[in-house]
């Protein structure tokens, strides 16, 4: 094995086991596979209803969004029948200000997560595949970035992306380095296939798993790094709303005006737990041998 | 041994470098400049002259040459929002974090070994299930939002807790050496809580899952087999060899926690590093701002560098390399 793993050995045990399952030593049984489905299912119906909210924010929102709609009256109103989550200082309709930014907040996520799988994906495919110096190069890289946090800049989404693609590069080179010792890999190597063509055909659907898992369990931490980044000015532009952002705005005068902070604060948990459970019970399911228990044994 | 250590210091001097190098340009980008917030009534031909009299009117290339020999020579600049030399505002800061991040991460990793500890012992039990549930409910909360919740509701709505800032504004000085420390500790409480909390339902996951690859091997059944009290099986046998990973996080934390450290004390007005650098780039303190990047990014360094030390001396076989 090549230096570089031995240089972050510790960060890469951790990577290692940031994957393996909170679950960990359970074994398989019957009974704890039925439960995991069900959370499973009620996490997934739950994503489900908040993408399907964001697409009809449009419809679902009493008011528009940034509708200041009587700046005397309705100036920080706590919640009431007519807004059931209250105003905000502009008089604007908290409701709707949510509904519409958890499109800001889900897309954000949901983008930056997919192209930082993607990226991390090829680079790691590439650096395993490869192997020798290309790999030692390519995994030195990573480790010198991976110590970046992600750097504000103008585009949220290929900030948030392309700094967060690291670990996920790492997961996939383990794993490329461990399929390409399968007979099936050396059995294609053996008919003449090609490079490129062993690496799609062969290795790339065999480490998938590993990067839906950690793409799963990834949106849930760029939720809340996007909303961070919106206190810094850098997220969604007044008056556009994200999550982030709505708290933020409320989170100055919070000792009178609680709600404004409170109801964004909840729909952000309430997301990160489902996409959260979701990762969890999927690793089980996708990634048995992942199960720390196994290992012992 | 020694020549990972080089290699390691070299990486973590590489990106202190590339970092500070990002954000000098970064805040002189951004909109206005030190003196754009600063004293509203100033007249803008004054304006004009401080920033000429600062070089802040020179192109960046420029003023960058000369940030490089400033630090080189030791010097961090002055911070203008606060009127002082950035390496005073600095020697006050840190060590208030690393007073706040020292009783966080202590409470974090008590709290967390022993949550992880318990739920591997009653393993699959309901308690096991139940404190799972939860602990992925504190996982998922962002500590922005935890730590004004708890503002709000420990210092606002049932007035435990004092509402903010490091002592007390103006009965501090007054007070008696014992009551001094009793007026940083009760200050100390609520953001301490925060970050502990949210860290520690990490840590019960790592030590759960640590804990129950080690149960069911040889040398636990060979102590139960002595006939020792479950107790010391656990205790003394089990969970010292399930505290590697733990160890691990000990260090992976330091740095986690000085970014962390960001919201919680600008939300609790804890003077330290978070809240210095967040005051620094709202009043676009150019120097502070830097400095803070400077002082920060050799803490983090610092972190994760002895976070594989503390690794090499809990494990043996890694010591030999």
Known sequence: MPSPTRVSAPADRLAASLVAPAMAADAPSLVTRRRLTGTMWWSLALIFLLCIIAIFAQQLAPYPPNAQLDIIGLKSRPPSGAHPLGTDQYSRDLLSRMLFGARISLSVAMLAVLLSATVGTAYGLISGYRGGRVDAVMMRLVAVLALWSPVPLSALILVIGLTGWFEVSRLVRAEVLSVMQREYVVAARGLGASGPRIVWRHILPNVLNPVIVSATLGVGNVIILEAGLSYLGIGARAPTASWGSIFFDGSDAFQTTWWIALFPGLAIILTVLAFNVFGTALRDTLDPHQLAGDRAR | ?321
């Open chain 2, 1 to 321: 041994m020694r020549r990972y250590l080089a290699a390691r210091l070299l990486q973590s001097l590489i990106v202190v470098v590339l970092v500070t190098t990002i954000s000098f340009f970064l805040i002189r980008l951004a909109p206005g400049d030190p003196f754009s917030f600063t004293d509203f009534t100033m007249n803008n031909v004054v304006r004009e002259q401080l920033r000429t009299q600062y070089g802040y009117d020179q192109p960046l290339p420029k003023q960058f040459i000369r940030f490089l020999g400033n630090v080189a020579h030791g010097r961090l600049g002055y911070s203008h929002s606060m009127q002082r030399n950035v390496g005073t505002v600095l020697a006050e800061a840190v060590p208030r974090t690393l007073l706040l991040m020292s009783a966080a991460i202590f409470a974090a990793f008590a709290l967390g070994i022993a949550i992880g500890a318990l739920q591997a012992v009653r393993h699959g039990s309901w308690l096991d299930r139940a404190t799972s549930a939860v602990l992925m409910f504190f996982y998922s909360i962002p500590d922005f939002w935890l730590a004004l919740m708890a503002l709000l509701a420990f210092a606002y709505w049932i007035p435990l807790f004092p509402s903010g800032g490091m002592t007390d504004a103006v009965l501090h000085d007054y007070m008696s050496l014992g009551g001094r420390i009793r007026d940083v500790l009760a200050h100390l409480v609520l953001p301490a809580l925060t970050l502990a909390l949210l860290s520690a339902a990490g840590i019960a996951r790592y030590q759960r899952s640590a804990l129950l690859d080690v149960l069911p091997q040889d040398f636990v059944r060979t102590a139960r087999a002595k006939g020792l009290a479950e107790r010391t099986v656990v205790m003394k046998h089990a969970l010292r060899n399930a505290l590697l990973p733990i160890i691990t996080l000990v260090g992976l934390s330091l740095p986690s926690l000085v970014g962390g450290a960001f919201f919680v004390e600008k939300v609790f007005a804890w003077p330290g590093m978070g809240y210095v650098a967040a005051s620094a780039i709202n009043a676009r303190d150019y120097d502070l701002v830097t400095g803070t990047v400077i002082v920060g990014g050799i803490m983090v360094a610092l972190g994760s560098l002895l976070a594989d030390l503390l690794y090499a001396v809990a494990d043996p076989r890694l010591r030999s390399r």
